[in-house]
C-alpha cells in the first residue's frame, strides 16, 4: 500500500464504516480500504492482528497521520478538526449540540441494539423482531426531533455529522424490513442525501469487499 496514504478497516455492510466513508469521500480524503468480514473465518475482527489495531473488535479503525483511531464518531470528528472543508459540524453552537444529538441518537441508542454482536444473542428468531423494535423505537424519537432541526439535511441545509449517520441506518432500517411510512421527514432527507455523489461512492454495493451478487 502506498506509503503515508490513509488506511480504512472497513465491512462493505458496516453503516459505521460506512459513516467514516462518506466523511472520507466529502473531504476529498484519499485512502486505502482493508476490508474485515465480519463473518468469514468466524469474523476477521476477532483475529489477533485486527484486535492489535482496535481492541473493541469493531469496524471501522482508520490508520491516519500515525495513528489509529477506532469508533466512527471519533474518526469522524477527528478529521473535522484536521481537515476542516468541508465542514461536518456547523459553526453556531446550538445546530453544533443538534447534531452531535441526532449522530449520537442514532450510534448510541439505535444501531448498537441491532448489532451482529447483539442479533447473534438473542437467537436466530427473535433476530428480525428485536432489530425492527430497536429501530422504531429510536425511528419515532428521531422524526419528532428532525421536525425541528431540518431543513434540506438533518440539521439546516447544509450535511453534517448527523446526515452521515442517517443514511446508514435507513439502510439498516430497510435491510430488516421496517416501515418507513411513518417518518417522511428521514424518508425525504435520506433521499435527499443518497442523490449526493459522497453517499453513492460510499454506498455498501459499491465497496471492494462487496459480493458480486450485491454489486450496483
Not at 44 to 71: H, R, Y
Request: charged residues 20%; neutral net charge.
Amino acid at each position: 500500500m502506498q506509503a503515508g496514504k490513509p488506511i480504512l478497516y472497513s465491512y462493505f455492510r458496516s453503516s459505521c464504516s460506512w459513516r467514516v466513508r462518506i466523511a472520507l469521500a466529502l473531504k476529498g480524503i484519499d485512502y486505502e480500504t482493508m476490508p474485515i468480514h465480519l463473518t468469514k473465518d468466524g469474523g476477521q475482527q476477532f483475529s489477533e492482528e485486527f484486535q492489535a489495531l482496535n481492541p473493541m473488535k469493531q469496524v471501522p479503525a482508520l490508520k491516519i497521520d500515525g495513528v489509529t483511531i477506532g469508533q466512527s464518531l471519533a474518526i469522524i470528528e477527528y478529521l473535522e478538526e484536521t481537515r476542516p472543508t468541508p465542514p461536518l459540524l456547523p459553526q453556531d453552537p446550538k445546530k453544533r449540540a443538534s447534531v452531535r444529538m441526532i449522530s449520537d441518537l442514532i450510534a448510541a441508542g439505535i444501531q448498537p441494539l441491532q448489532n451482529l454482536s447483539v442479533l447473534k444473542e438473542v437467537g436466530q428468531e427473535n433476530q428480525l423482531p428485536w432489530a425492527q423494535k430497536a429501530i422504531i423505537s429510536g425511528f419515532d424519537a428521531l422524526e419528532r426531533i428532525l421536525q425541528s432541526t431540518a431543513g434540506k439535511y438533518c440539521v439546516g441545509d447544509q450535511v453534517s455529522m448527523a446526515d452521515l449517520c442517517l443514511a446508514p441506518q435507513v439502510a439498516n432500517a430497510e435491510r430488516f424490513k421496517v416501515d418507513l411510512t411513518p417518518y417522511p421527514t428521514i424518508s425525504r432527507i435520506n433521499k435527499t442525501l443518497l442523490a449526493l455523489e459522497a453517499f453513492w461512492v460510499s454506498h455498501p454495493c459499491q465497496q471492494p469487499d462487496t459480493p458480486a451478487e450485491l454489486r450496483a
